[in-house]
């Protein structure tokens, strides 16, 4: 009796390291997701910024021509 009750005892705690792991995970992955999308807002505001300059030194281009 003694043998099958250690067996579930880590059976059990193989189980609740995994949740453990598993949840560490998830909380990275929601992390990495908030730091994705606020490098894509920081990446389009560049991309704007670099079309509204690039239009203004096309229309300068222009008037000297």
Do not use: C, H, K, Y
């Not at 560490?24 to 908030?34: T, Y």
């Amino acid at each position: 009796m003694f043998w099958p009750m250690i067996a579930i005892a880590l059976g059990f705690l193989g189980i609740a390291v995994l949740g453990v792991l598993a949840v560490r995970v998830f909380l990275e992955v929601r992390r990495l997701g908030r730091q994705v999308a606020t490098t894509s807002e920081r990446i389009n505001r560049a991309a704007q910024d670099l079309e509204r300059a690039a239009t203004r030194l096309a229309s300068t281009a222009d008037v000297l021509r």
